[in-house]
């Protein structure tokens, strides 16, 4: 009897390690979708930025050789 209920309950803890692995596993892909959309999002914003400032840089440089916006 005693011999039963140990596997039985052995059984459930490897059920129960399962499911956490699992969900762990979720965890860590969900957190690395999340970070690599983030630094895709920066990546982004600083392209735009940067991008503004050339245009604005060649737009003074123009200014200044005498041409018209």
């Known amino acids: 009897m005693a011999k039963d209920v140990y596997a039985a309950d052995q059984r ?20 690395t979708a999340a970070e690599d959309s983030a630094a895709a999002a920066r990546r982004w914003l ?5 991008a503004s400032l050339v245009v604005a840089a060649l737009q003074l440089w123009m200014l200044s050789k005498g041409g018209h916006p």
């Open 46 to 50: 600083i392209g735009a930025f940067g």
């Open 12 to 31: 459930l803890t490897e059920q129960r390690l399962a499911v956490l692995e699992r969900d762990l596993a979720a965890e860590v892909r969900a957190r």
